[in-house]
């Protein structure tokens, strides 16, 4: 059975980097069938797509004025992990980060999440 | 981006009732669309896709409808354990969004 766990630190400076990993166990990253994907829950609000990637280095981000140009999303498939780089956060960006299988569906641009990894809160914070 | 608007955002209701979620679209989907069930402290739980298909092992009292910009998740007798919040989410066209959410309450 699939598993995702991110791994990461609980807490960030603002202005600082804040650096996840998710790990990949039950199966292969590099399977063709999915993307990878992170998505951040703000406590207490609803879910907000952070970008997705392929095993191959493809990415898509969301453009969103919260995120812009701040986000780095990159895949190490020796280690059947991706990551996710977030730069200059404040404390807008404290929330849980999940990462997620994204299912690709024949016939659609894009596709679900499932399954999703257990979460990781980051506070900004000095 | 497209925005997804659920309602209501919150709903009481007792062991065995019908319950209806609605999601409603900034512009057409093409059935694109997804919903999640999320318990507290715990990751959203994937349910169905492409509108109205189910995830296997999910219970056949979960059913989904909807076309356009107009979705619905209807819970056709609720349990204790479908006490939840509930998303819906587009993958229509990037970004990917979700819908604020539905916290589903005990009466």
């Known amino acids: 059975q699939l598993q995702l766990q991110e791994s990461g630190p609980g807490q960030v400076k603002p202005s600082e980097t804040l650096s996840l990993t998710c790990t990949v166990s039950g199966g292969s990253i590099t399977s063709t069938s999915y993307y990878w994907g992170w998505i951040r829950q703000p406590p207490g609000k609803g879910l907000e797509w952070i970008g997705s990637i392929y095993y191959s280095g493809s990415t898509y981000y969301n453009p969103s004025l919260s995120l812009k140009n701040r986000v780095t999303i990159s895949v190490d498939t020796s280690k059947n992990q991706f990551s996710l780089k977030l730069s200059s956060v404040n404390a807008a960006d404290t929330a849980v980060y999940y990462c997620a299988r994204r299912v690709r569906i024949v016939g659609a641009s894009g596709g679900y999440f499932d399954p999703w990894g257990q979460g990781n809160l980051v506070t900004v914070s000095s | 981006d497209i925005q997804m608007t659920q309602s209501p955002s919150s709903l009481s209701a007792s062991v065995g009732d019908r319950v209806t979620i609605t999601c409603r679209a900034s512009?057409?989907?093409?059935?694109?669309v997804a919903w999640y069930q999320q318990k507290p402290g715990e990751a959203p739980k994937f349910l169905l896709y492409a509108a109205s298909r189910l995830e296997s092992g999910v219970p056949s009292r979960f059913s989904g409808s909807g076309s356009g910009t107009d979705y619905s998740l209807t819970i056709s007798s609720l349990q204790p354990g479908d006490f939840a919040t509930y998303y819906c989410q587009q993958y229509f066209s990037f970004p990917y969004t979700f819908g604020q959410g539905t916290k589903l309450e005990i009466k």
């Open positions: 512009q057409g989907l093409g059935n694109s």
